[in-house]
C-alpha cells in the first residue's frame, strides 16, 4: 500500500455487489482498491469480505464532537449567544472547551465549535 494513504472507511463486501460499484461509490480506480486489497481477481469477490477503502489522512472522518471550526471571543459574547450563532447546544460547547472558565470569557480566546 502506498505510505501516504491509508485506509479512510471498511466496506463489508455484500450479495450483488462489484468491484466496480464499490470502487465507482468511492470515486477510486478498480486498479487502486485491487492493490491496496490484494485482490488478484476482480470477478472473485466473497461475500462478507473487508475492503479497505483508501484515500489521505485528511479524507478520515472526524470524531463525533471533533472541532471542525473556531470562534474568537468578541466583546459582548456569552457561551449562550456563541452556541445559539453556531447552532449548538450550550452543553456540546461546554464539552468541548473544558479548561474554559463560563464565568470569565476572555476576549479574544478562540473557542472549539464541535461538530
Do not use: W
Not at 2 to 17: K, N, P, Q
Not at 41 to 70: A, F, H, V, W
Not at 79 to 88: D, F, N, S, T, W
Not at 97 to 105: E, F, I, Q, T, V
Amino acid at each position: 500500500m502506498d505510505t501516504s494513504l491509508v485506509c479512510i472507511d471498511v466496506y463489508t463486501v455484500a450479495e450483488g455487489d462489484t468491484l466496480y460499484a464499490i470502487a465507482d461509490r468511492y470515486d477510486l480506480p478498480v486498479s487502486l482498491l485491487m492493490k491496496v486489497n490484494c485482490i488478484d481477481n476482480p470477478y472473485n469477490l466473497q461475500i462478507g469480505t473487508r475492503l479497505c477503502i483508501p484515500g489521505t489522512e485528511d479524507q478520515l472522518p472526524k470524531p463525533p464532537g471533533s472541532c471542525t471550526k473556531t470562534h474568537t471571543v468578541s466583546p459582548g459574547d456569552t457561551l449562550y449567544l456563541i452556541a445559539k450563532m453556531h447552532g449548538i447546544k450550550l452543553d456540546a460547547l461546554m464539552r468541548a472547551n473544558p479548561s474554559m472558565d463560563p464565568y470569565n470569557l476572555l476576549v479574544g480566546t478562540e473557542l472549539c465549535i464541535p461538530d
